[in-house]
């Protein structure tokens, strides 16, 4: 007797960033954390990344839960590949093929948000970060995750969609900057990994 797959349906969204469309799945494709990989050598343990950058003009590809964000080059419009890159995903997770292989601990990246944290005022980031900027950042093809708070100072790391998107750094100050400190006095400023 045939195995009966569950059929799997994928939809693509565009995201505030132009060089980046998010992928949703019916199925989780990732239970914890995200990965993000910026070049093919990057998608080792991501068999579902490695084939993502046969496509041309995938510049790079971010997983989680039950999305995945991809980047393209400038030179490729989002109207030419889109449709290729939904069905491909949609037939590769239908495929029963993993999308990742290798340990456990090469899939995602977990951040220090999900270790103990070391003052209340760092837990009361990452709850601020959680509750209300979270979920609009993953709405958007992106992920934020906590990075240091130090002297005043709120560092996080932007993925996905987030990562490069002209619109990052006024969400960045405007939104999650008043956010943080308006609920947290002890927050001053809001910056992106790298900047």
Request: net charge negative; with cysteine; aromatic share 8%.
């Amino acid at each position: 007797m045939q195995d009966v797959k569950t059929p799997v349906s994928v939809y693509a969204e565009s995201t505030p960033n132009p060089t980046s469309m998010k992928f949703v799945a019916s199925q989780f494709l990732l239970q914890e954390g995200s990965v993000e990989y910026p070049t093919k050598e990057s998608a080792a343990n991501c068999p579902l990344a490695v084939q993502l950058f046969s496509f041309t003009g995938v510049s790079s590809v971010f997983i989680t839960s039950n999305f995945v964000t991809i980047n393209k080059t400038p030179d490729i419009d989002w109207y030419d590949i889109t449709n290729i890159l939904r069905e491909f995903i949609k037939g590769y997770i239908q495929s029963g093929e993993k999308i990742f292989i290798g340990p456990l601990e090469q899939k995602a990246d977990l951040t220090v948000e999900h270790t103990f944290s070391s003052s209340k005022v760092e837990s009361k980031i990452i709850e601020m970060l959680d509750e209300y900027v979270r979920p609009a950042v993953e709405g958007d093809g992106g992920a934020i995750h906590f990075k240091s708070f130090n002297e005043g100072v709120v560092t996080l790391t932007l993925k996905g969609s987030c990562s490069g998107c002209p619109s990052s750094t006024v969400t960045l100050k405007n939104g999650i900057e008043n956010l943080l400190k308006k609920m947290i006095p002890e927050v001053t400023e809001v910056v992106a990994e790298g900047e």
